[in-house]
């Protein structure tokens, strides 16, 4: 299902290094290079990055795969198990989302999120920038901010990081890798073919200081992936000795071919809330907080949305943007949810659509500016003030530190002139936009 780019007013045609659509793929392409076009392939969202030099267009396509699930699927996967493949073209490469699911996933509060993520590049630093995802699931916003340059952490619930990890893995993001730190003297580490084989008569080895991302890990067997280093390109070895030598252990050291022509991609385990934040800014300030379908009390609970209000608010800074995309649902509290998040942030939608018969808003959440003109009542929560109140409190406040200085009671004499602003009386607060 490609989509038309906002910045043109006509649709784009599909790349021809795009496989042709398969079961499942929605649309067929529009032969109207023209602005109006009306085919029901381009009726969806408008998405593209924009990206001079590096990319034009956002592309996505769904199909079915039966059978044997993934290979890094979850322990116990049932081999009928239907996979879900979500393939995106961005900035020249293309990736895919893997989902073990018994229906279609929801893709469209991630895909909106990340059509303002790519078109906004120029207001939040997206190149280099640190970016946090709050309830990452399968990653596809994380994974395309890193291949758009961003250094991300995705956070998940500790017992749900299997399919960001499996997704960042075979995107070329591994997320537990492990360096030999034995067997220097003997040329390496022996590998068998298959957990605790016997010996070979003459058995390769794994050269010491090697970099090998994990695909299993069963005790003390680890089925590895070579990344760096000489020896087999896969196999498995011992971690640990029985009795206690460390052979392999853990490391956050990135091979060095991961370090050039994108970002980067760590995952972590957490739980939301305040601690959790505090936690998150010990590694820095961050400039990009997104969320994606995280809220629904029906399906998350009550003391979800408290959470994660307290997450994005102890995260923002004074240069942190937050988006948060949602998807309407029954009993899912998100008026609740937003009343909570303004009462200390500046809160705006931006965006409402429907499609496929899902209700998907996204929001824009961050610290207020004095230097600013929102054009916002800082007292009037997520409501519209009048044209001018944002001017009109930044000159209050400049005419009270001067007042300071002056004599007690009296105007000091540079107070600026007032400001035109239009008529003075009291307007009725206005709603949002819709």
Sequence with gaps: FWLRPRSRGHCAPIPARLPQPGRGWRGAGCPEARAGCKRACCMGPPLGCGLPDRTQHLYFGEEELSGQPAENA?????G???TIVGRVVIGGREFRIESLSTGSPDWWPALILVDEVVNSHRDVPLLGGRIIELGCGTGLPSLVCALLGGNVLATEKPNALGPLTRNATITGYPQQIWKVVAGKAAGGIVVSKGRGAGQEK?????????????????GDFLHFRRLTGAGPARGWVRAKQPWGQVVCELTDEQPPELGTGSGTLRSVGFNWGREAAKEILKGGKVDLVIASDCVCESMYGNASLPALVEMIQTLCSERTVALVSIQRRLADGVERFLKLLGSSLFVDRLSHSNIDGADVSLYVARKYSRAEDFNVDLNSGMKRAPPGTALRVVRDLRRSNEGRTSVAGS???????????????????????S
Excluded: I, T
């Design 74 to 78: 979850p322990e116990g996967a049932d």
């Design 80 to 82: 009928d198990a239907v």
């Design 202 to 218: 003459e058995p390769e080895r794994l050269s010491w200081g090697a970099l090998v991302e994990q695909v299993d890990k069963q």
């Design 411 to 433: 105007e000091p004499e540079d107070a600026p002139e007032a400001v035109a602003e239009g008529p003075e009386e009291d307007p009725k607060e206005e709603e949002g936009p």
